[in-house]
């Protein structure tokens, strides 16, 4: 089935059923990991018929792939309001905690996401959220400093690739409360020296 007759899931069973869909792959690769994700098993553990599941989606790499969009934009939009909410350096930590929240589960599985979200996108992935992003608080979020486009390159850039390479190396067993804590020195030592700097 062509990508062009796929269903979209514009009505609300067609929501549920694409929810019931992720949600079985994620409790599938929780429980038995990348390897022993198949679209049988994921039609099973959600409930719907595998003639069903491939209406909406290709093969499991194109649902991991919409899992972890939907879980970027998600996050996205958490970070805007955060920022049009309350634009100072007491705002980085809940950032920091969207962006970590958005890919939840085993390293196995947060990999999984983030690889499926890469290889799909390509490397213009980040670049479309750069811009999203930038589109959800344009004119909304009033900062209390400016931020020229290299500065918020790097913002959007360093947490998420961040978090993409402890992804990959899950034998480091890295602490996400002291990874958290790391994050948000990181981003608030970056904030703080660029209103340093144009102040001078």
């Known amino acids: 089935m062509s990508e062009k007759k796929r269903r979209k899931p514009a009505q609300a069973r067609a929501e549920a059923t694409v929810e019931a869909i992720f949600d079985a792959t994620f409790q599938l690769l929780e429980t038995g990991g990348l390897d022993a994700l198949t679209t049988n098993h994921i039609a099973q553990r959600a409930g719907v018929s595998i003639g069903t599941l491939y209406q909406y989606f290709g093969g499991k790499q194109q649902i991991l792939a919409a899992m972890a969009q939907r879980r970027a934009e998600a996050a996205r939009g958490k970070i805007a309001q955060t920022l049009i909410a309350a634009p100072q350096l007491g705002s980085v930590r809940p950032i920091v905690q969207a962006l970590m929240a958005t890919f939840q589960g085993s390293p196995e599985t947060r990999k999984a996401l983030l690889d499926a979200l890469f290889d799909h996108g390509g490397d213009a992935v980040m670049l479309r959220h750069h811009q999203a992003f930038l589109a959800a608080i344009g004119g909304k979020a ?27 190396e899950p034998d480091l067993n890295l602490s996400p409360a002291v990874l958290e804590d790391e994050f948000v020195l990181l981003m608030e030592s970056y904030l703080s020296a660029l209103i340093a700097r144009g102040r001078r």
Do not use: C, I, K, M
């Open 142 to 168: 009033q900062l209390n400093l400016d931020l020229s486009p290299e500065s918020l390159f790097v913002l959007t850039h360093a947490v998420a690739g961040l978090l993409r390479a402890a992804a990959a």
